[in-house]
């Protein structure tokens, strides 16, 4: 009796192990067919980083002495950028000093000291310099350009769409683009269109006119990670050209599946 | 003096027609398929050209056996003397063996009780390698001899219970029964007259079976139909009738000549008689049923039935292959080699079981699909010629024949493994029984694992159908093999079960 119950049971074992072997082969057959049949409706669309760029301005005449950046150089807000000297100035304030008593003079001094401190700019935001205009000797008078840089906030993104693929943007809202350098996906959301429709660029294989569409960082911090005209992608599903629904379905499924393994790690700012 | 002609019985015209129409269509099938240019996946394409290449070779040594038997004139037939009077006159000795393992009772008590009363005088003796008490008793209560090899004479299955045996007898002549073939009154009288011819050695007349009500014991039945009615008597024409276990007669002086039944630990009946052709003996076929048996009616059984036959085909074909034998006549040769190579057959069965699989799991197929019809109008006519090749030649082809034979597929390459790695084989006879009762599963988990994977692979196959008509046939064809095979399963669970 013992006997037969083992040998039903090790039958059963080589059919369970038998159905098991077949679904996960038919299992494996069937992600490959899904992946493909995704991968034949997956648009792939790069959106590129722009960045807020800004002129630093001098806000006192004078001749630079120090230029302590260089392009690409990233700094953070209160760090010195350009060191100018305007030794006039500092007679002038010299020589105003030594009316102590004087009290036009002597506040005349004072905001001539403010003057002096105007001399050294800093750098008003955090940001990564992208031009610089001055150098030593160089001389520089009130509103002078010195640098411009480029900061972290109001950064944008900006993807070129045909108009099926602009719907289907429209559509999808808040997407997920992948930034290949640094591995990750980032959350980003439209904002607003491009407001003049930009020509077909000269070679490009469609006379088709282009959409331009902004984006947001759906969280600002990332920014400070992206560079200036970089590219990321973003995925669009074109689920609509499928005649019959199970598909969108699995499509779905599986996409929701496989991000599992691809989500957006917090980003490490330290660099 | 009456001379038996045993040639072939005629056949019929439709026969002849598809006999020669058979190369025209192997050809143009040929033609296209050994075409690199219409080649799909290459990996596959090269499965698929060893297959075909199988599967031809097949075809074409059943093809020139036939063919050739029946376009040979007629000086060439065999004649051989067929006399009584020989028999009267020289009174000849025979010992009939029954070799018996731990068979049913019932089938051995009707075997024994027929042999003994065979009508040309003779003893009887049962050898028995199970050691049953049982069967002791029954050979003493139908008054037949009992011989038991001790357990330090054990050895070599059942040629080596035969030598045993042989030790024992007397007579100038032996038959050899299985526990389960009981021979008919006449088959004595009928037999030995051929020992006429002083170079004959063996006489072999027909496996028949008459348990045809079981469904793996028919598709067999009707398998075998082949070899008996065409093969082993065109084999007769060219002296290369081979032994095939049960219902024949040795001269035992030819035997002992080549040192005794050959002792290994399956085949050893053909293993003897290539050596008895070797020395020049001649070995004929009647064929004439004269001994009733049974078919392996379990899938187990089935399945253990076909290990053994193979692992003799490709023994002989690896250890004594049949071509480079000195001594034996170039048809002879051929036609060992025709039995040799039958089993390989397992390996295209199964890679024409793989290849639509994989066509629906993972959408790559052997050949080209630019143009399909191109493939069916070269497949088709091949298709109809090989395959209803057999229902031709019997006029009846039944689902139990079509199911068995593509699931011997397993054993087939079972059998292969095991002779190229020199297993020891445990002989276990057809119906008896083991120590433990065989794991089925054991036995059949190739082919529940596939029917399994057909049923999956079709509706993977019909997700984002990219080409719907070579879809369509390959399901076709995945489904019809998941049904032969699940037959298969199905009838030999029942039989297990109704044990």
């Not at chain 1, 082969?25 to 807020?52: C, D, F, G, M, Q």
């Not at chain 1, 800093?122 to 205009?133: D, L, R, Y």
Request: proline fraction near 4%.
């Amino acid at each position: 009796m013992k006997a037969k119950i083992l040998d039903l049971f090790l039958n059963g074992l080589f059919l369970t192990c038998s159905f098991a072997a077949a679904a996960i082969i038919a299992t494996i057959a069937i992600t490959i067919k899904v992946n493909e049949a995704r991968s034949n409706l997956e648009i792939v669309i790069p959106v590129t980083v722009e960045k807020n760029e800004i002129s630093v301005l001098s806000l006192q005449s004078g001749v630079v002495q120090n230029v302590t950046v260089s392009v690409g150089q990233s700094v953070e807000e209160g760090d010195i950028l350009v060191e100018a000297d305007n030794p006039q100035l500092r007679a002038r304030i010299e020589t105003l000093e030594q009316f102590t008593n004087n009290l036009s003079a002597q506040t005349e001094a004072r905001v001539g000291i403010i003057q002096l401190e105007n001399l050294t700019s800093t750098a008003p935001k955090n940001g990564t310099i992208n031009n610089v205009f001055v150098n030593a000797g160089h001389p520089i008078e009130e509103g002078t350009a010195l640098v411009t840089m480029l900061t972290h906030d109001n950064s944008r993104l900006l993807a070129e769409f045909t108009t099926e693929e602009y719907l289907l943007a429209k559509k999808a809202g808040t997407v997920r683009a992948y930034h290949s350098r640094l591995y990750q996906f980032f959350e980003i959301r439209p904002t607003e269109v491009r407001p003049d429709v930009s020509d077909a660029q000269p070679g490009s294989d469609s006379d088709e006119k282009k959409i331009g569409l902004y984006y947001e960082f759906v969280n600002p911090e990332d920014a400070s990670a992206m560079i200036h005209n970089e590219d990321l992608e973003i995925t669009l599903y074109d689920t609509d050209t499928i005649t019959y629904k199970p598909i969108k379905y699995i499509v779905n499924f599986w996409d929701k599946v496989l991000s599992l393994g691809k989500r957006a790690l917090p980003i490490n700012i330290n660099k | 003096m009456m001379k038996k002609n045993i040639a072939t019985k005629p056949i019929s015209n439709i026969l002849l027609l598809s006999i020669l129409i058979a190369p025209m269509t192997i050809l143009f099938y040929a033609v296209y398929i050994f075409n690199p240019i219409n080649s799909g996946n290459t990996y596959l394409y090269v499965f698929q050209i060893l297959a075909d290449i199988i599967a031809m070779t097949q075809i074409g040594a059943l093809w020139i056996t036939i063919l050739l038997d029946l376009l040979q004139s007629d000086h060439h037939r065999r004649d051989l003397p067929h006399t009584l009077d020989w028999l009267k006159k020289k009174k000849p000795t025979v010992d009939v063996f029954i070799t018996v393992t731990n068979e049913p009772l019932s089938i051995v008590s009707h075997t024994i009780t027929k042999a003994r009363d065979m009508d040309y005088p003779h003893d009887t003796y049962v050898l028995d390698d199970g050691d049953s008490q049982e069967t002791k008793a029954l050979a003493k209560k139908l008054k037949v001899n009992y011989i038991s090899r001790p357990q330090k004479a054990k050895g070599y299955a059942k040629a080596g219970n035969i030598t045993y045996g042989l030790k024992h007898g007397k007579g100038e002549f032996f038959a050899i029964f299985d526990a389960d073939h009981a021979p008919r009154k006449s088959f004595l009288s009928e037999l030995l007259p051929f020992f006429e011819t002083k170079k004959v050695a063996l006489v072999q007349s027909p496996q028949h079976y008459t348990n045809l009500q079981n469904f793996i014991a028919s598709g067999t039945s009707q398998a075998q139909e082949i070899f008996y009615k065409y093969v082993q008597p065109a084999k007769n024409s060219y002296n290369a009738a081979f032994c095939v276990g049960t219902n024949m007669l040795y001269r035992k002086s030819s035997v002992d000549e080549i040192g005794g039944i050959h002792l290994i630990d399956h085949s050893e009946d053909i293993w003897t008689t290539i050596r008895l052709h070797e020395l020049g003996y001649e070995s004929v076929f009647y064929n004439k049923i004269l001994a009733d048996g049974r078919a392996p009616e379990k899938i187990t059984s089935y399945l253990r039935q076909q290990n053994r036959w193979a692992q003799g085909g490709f023994s002989l074909f690896f250890t004594k292959n049949p071509l480079f034998v000195p001594n034996l006549t170039a048809d002879q040769k051929l036609q060992y080699l025709f039995s040799n190579i039958h089993y390989f057959s397992g390996f295209a069965i199964c890679v024409y079981l793989t290849l639509p699989l994989i066509y629906l799991l993972f959408g790559i197929h052997s050949m080209s699909l630019e143009k399909p019809v191109q493939w069916m109008v070269h497949f088709i006519p091949y298709f109809i010629t090989v395959y209803f090749l057999p229902l031709f030649l019997l006029g009846t082809l039944k689902l139990s024949t079509i199911s068995t034979s593509i699931a011997s597929f397993s054993s087939y390459i079972e059998a292969f493994w095991a002779t190229v790695m020199r297993q020891k084989h445990k002989w276990v006879s057809t119906e008896g029984t083991v120590a433990r009762k065989p794991l089925i599963m054991k036995y059949i988990w190739p082919h529940v694992f596939y029917v399994f994977l057909c049923f999956m692979a079709i509706l993977v196959g019909w997700y984002n159908v990219q080409d719907i008509h070579t879809t369509a046939i390959t399901t076709f064809w995945v489904f019809l093999n998941a049904y032969f095979l699940f037959s298969f399963i199905r009838h030999g669970l029942i039989a297990e079960v109704k044990n």
